[in-house]
């Protein structure tokens, strides 16, 4: 695993999220532990992931833990509320989103160049 997540516990973790991503893009990656297919796409997204960190910041959501966290994450990006999930965010604004199986590591890499 190439990964090395930052988690989301706050709406100020969000905030610091879209303030981080005007000098590097930024990544948040929604999970829900108790569904399959998020599993699966957290796992295969995993052992895809080739980005270093000096190209792109990852953060990890828990869903069940942080659900408030989430309904602030689609507030203040206007990405409707999926699981499992991935936002890109580029100078303060989602560029990129997917859900379910259409996340794809290799594609996201495409889009950071």
Not at 16 to 27: M, N
Request: one cysteine or more.
């Amino acid at each position: 695993m190439n990964t090395n997540w930052n988690l989301l516990k706050s709406k100020e973790d969000v905030d610091a999220v879209l303030q981080r991503s005007h000098e590097l893009p930024c990544l948040i990656f929604k999970h829900s532990t108790r569904c399959g297919i998020s599993v699966g796409a957290k796992t295969r997204f995993e052992s895809a992931y080739k980005i270093p960190e000096s190209n792109l910041a990852i953060y990890y959501l828990d869903l069940l833990s942080y659900r408030e966290v989430s309904n602030y994450i689609a507030e203040v990006t206007g990405v409707w509320h999926q699981s499992p999930q991935v936002i890109l965010i580029k100078d303060g604004k989602a560029v990129y989103d997917e859900s379910h199986h259409s996340i794809d590591a290799v594609k996201l890499e495409s889009l950071i160049g």
